[in-house]
């Protein structure tokens, strides 16, 4: 089951590249850097976006401004940074959630065990802080625990939760519930969605169901359609950003478990070859646990 599962071994792979640059030389720089390309592919990073990565430094090379092993290392941070922040995250900063509907959407989507119901309740903690009233809507209808779960997180951020009857189906829930509360009462809805169903076929139609629910309930399309990945996964992150970006059209990321020692490589590879930007990470179970994604950080952690 390729699409579900995948661990990342990009923190051990990059120890390589350690010893890689403690061999660097100006003179063999180019068998160095098709070393370099091999470490990359083989640390979850993907064949093109490794391909990349070693194109700017050899270009580095050949400027002059790229002599020694550091500045090698400086600028294989670099060209991450780049990569990772081309794509909407400016700057390494804060790329804040576009909201501007009334009340602003949010459709969360993951396969299950991403993180996606924490993540909801991390959200919901973070904008009912700031002020904003929220309103939860959980998707897995048909897991009593899935639902129970996103209450607790509810009460504890001071959010609304909508009730259902079990095995209701979500796009039903989001028509009804956020047809019935007006408008100006919420400022922030939040959909939690299922992450498995009998096909990956199935799931992708009950997303595109939920995510079309929440557009005629609420005013168009979704603010946003965030994509939960688990930062531990290794490159399938990939295949599995690809189906649900052909399916509902995401706008961004979050990645969660980045607390481990696992800083997936794979994560540059989505980026760039999706363009799409990672909004937020995860560092724990708590609802405090969600941060701004920070790509100078993100890179000075994959190769510290
Ligand atoms: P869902 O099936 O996608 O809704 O996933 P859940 O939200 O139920 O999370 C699955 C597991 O991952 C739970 O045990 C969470 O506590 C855990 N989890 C989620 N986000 C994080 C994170 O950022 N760090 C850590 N360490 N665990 C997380």
Not at 70 to 87: G, N, P, Q
Not at 190 to 206: C, F, I, P, S
Not at 277 to 297: R, S
Request: charged letters at 25%; a negative charge.
């Amino acid at each position: 089951d390729r699409f579900f599962k995948g661990t990342s071994k990009t923190r051990e792979r990059l120890g390589l590249v350690d010893e890689l640059l403690a061999l660097w030389s100006l003179e063999d720089y180019e068998e160095s850097l098709e070393e370099l390309e091999e470490v990359l592919i083989s640390a979850d990073f993907g064949p093109r976006t490794a391909l990349k990565i070693v194109d700017r430094i050899r270009d580095g090379v050949k400027s002059g401004t790229v002599k020694s092993a550091d500045d090698t290392r400086a600028a294989l941070k670099s060209a991450i940074v780049e990569l990772l922040t081309s794509r909407g995250a400016a700057g390494g900063r804060t790329s804040e959630l576009r909201l501007q509907g009334r009340p602003a959407a949010v459709l969360i989507v993951g396969v299950n065990g991403a993180g996606k119901t924490t993540t909801v309740g991390k959200l919901a903690y973070k904008y009912g802080k700031e002020g904003a009233k929220v309103f939860l809507i959980p998707g897995d209808t048909f897991r009593a625990a899935a639902a129970e779960q996103l209450a607790e997180w509810g009460r504890r951020a001071g959010a609304t939760l909508g009730t259902f009857r079990e095995g209701a189906r979500p796009q039903a829930v989001i028509a009804s519930r956020a047809c019935k509360d007006p408008a100006d009462v919420y400022d922030l809805v939040l959909v939690d969605t299922a992450g498995r169903l009998h096909t990956a076929y199935k799931l992708m139609e009950e997303l595109q169901l939920c995510k079309s629910a929440v557009g005629t309930a609420l005013t168009g399309q979704p603010d946003e359609t965030l994509l939960v990945l688990d930062g531990t996964t290794g490159l399938n992150m990939l295949n599995q950003a690809r189906e649900f970006n052909d399916a509902v059209k995401l706008t961004g990321l979050i990645l969660t478990k980045l607390d481990g020692t696992a800083r997936g490589g794979a994560v540059v590879s989505v980026v760039d070859q999706l363009g799409l930007p990672v909004k937020f990470i995860g560092v724990g179970e708590t609802a405090e646990d969600l941060q701004p994604f920070d790509a100078e950080a993100f890179a000075e952690a994959l190769f510290p």
